[in-house]
């Protein structure tokens, strides 16, 4: 919450005469109590404060309390990357893509909407499909799917050497 602001010091700050000022803050209680503003203009003691009107707390705790935009780590940028390119796709498939689990990665992306569950595989276990969601082409700037950068081919080898890379680099360390 904040704090009101001393008449003194607002005439001080707008460098005004005390009857402008006055003239003005009339202005903006007119301005502040037409039912299409959501503030208000309180006078505390002399002193002036904005704040919303009571009839707008419902709409602000909702966005209070609306979750912030995901950060999305490295790893959830990867997998998400493999289920866009490559939908619909099992958390098998990510996996064997990334060289390591994505489970965390995988459940993230469900939580904040980016991803969806889309059936299950007919294979043995039955493995859960994944694909994106409107939230991800929301979140992205895209129409659809078709709007996605394309992927040369070399890009791919590229990325094959990269991955092929980290992996002995990390099986390396293991042997540390």
Excluded at 18 to 30: A, D, N, P
Excluded at 50 to 65: A, F, R
Excluded at 105 to 121: H, P, Q, T, V
């Amino acid at each position: 919450m904040g704090t009101s602001v001393s008449k003194k010091q607002l005439i001080e700050a707008l460098n005004i005469s005390e009857e402008l000022f006055l003239y003005l803050i009339e202005q903006l209680k007119i301005k502040y109590n037409n039912k299409d503003s959501g503030i208000k203009l309180l006078e505390l003691d002399g002193s002036y404060q904005l704040c919303t009107k009571e009839t707008c707390y419902d709409n602000l705790i909702s966005i209070v309390n609306h979750p912030q935009k995901p950060k999305l780590t490295e790893v959830m940028l990867e997998t998400l990357s493999i289920i866009a390119y490559k939908q619909p796709v099992t958390k098998q498939e990510i996996e064997a893509i990334r060289g390591v689990k994505c489970d965390h990665a995988i459940n993230k992306l469900l939580d904040y909407n980016l991803i969806r569950e889309a059936g299950r595989l007919d294979a043995i276990g039955r493995p859960i499909l994944f694909r994106t969601t409107e939230e991800f082409l929301r979140s992205f700037g895209v129409e659809s799917m078709k709007d996605l950068p394309k992927i040369e081919k070399e890009q791919v080898e590229d990325f094959k050497q990269e991955a092929q890379e980290e992996i002995i680099f990390a099986l390396e360390e293991k042997e540390e």
